[in-house]
Nanobody
Framework: QVQLVESGGGLVQAGGSLRLSCAPS????????MAWCRQAPGKQREVVAI???????NYADSVKGRFTISRDNAKNTVYLQMNSLKPEDTAVYYC???????????????WGQGTQVTVSS
């Protein structure tokens, strides 16, 4: 089964920036929406940003104007540029693809293993 591999997390001071990347370990037949979600300790996982295969984007209110999601369809990669980071952005960030592995398969959700983002005050 294809897996998603994330990179780019780390420790940053408030006001700083990080860029997350997520790419599959193998090939998908097709990918529709890509998304970034996050889960802070003791909280439910929440959607941070979504990008459609046509490039339309949506963001959680808490990150609008600070985060930018983008995708490179040639590389099957999704990015999350995070600027003006705040301590409340601290969480494990997960990427999610809605994708097909083969032409005859259904559309399934795939998750990365998560990457830790810690913002210090």
């Amino acid at each position: 089964q294809v897996q998603l591999v994330e990179s780019g997390g780390g420790l940053v001071q408030a006001g700083g920036s990080l860029r997350l990347s997520c790419a599959p370990s193998g090939r998908f037949f097709s990918i529709s929406a890509m998304a970034w979600c996050r889960q802070a300790p003791g909280k439910q996982r929440e959607v941070v940003a979504i990008i459609s295969n046509g490039g339309s984007t949506n963001y959680a209110d808490s990150v609008k104007g600070r985060f930018t999601i983008s995708r490179d369809n040639a590389k099957n990669t999704v990015y999350l540029q995070m600027n003006s980071l705040k301590p409340e952005d601290t969480a494990v960030y997960y990427c999610n693809f809605n994708a097909k592995e083969r032409s005859g398969s259904g559309l399934f959700g795939y998750w990365g293993q998560g990457t830790q983002v810690t913002v210090s005050s």
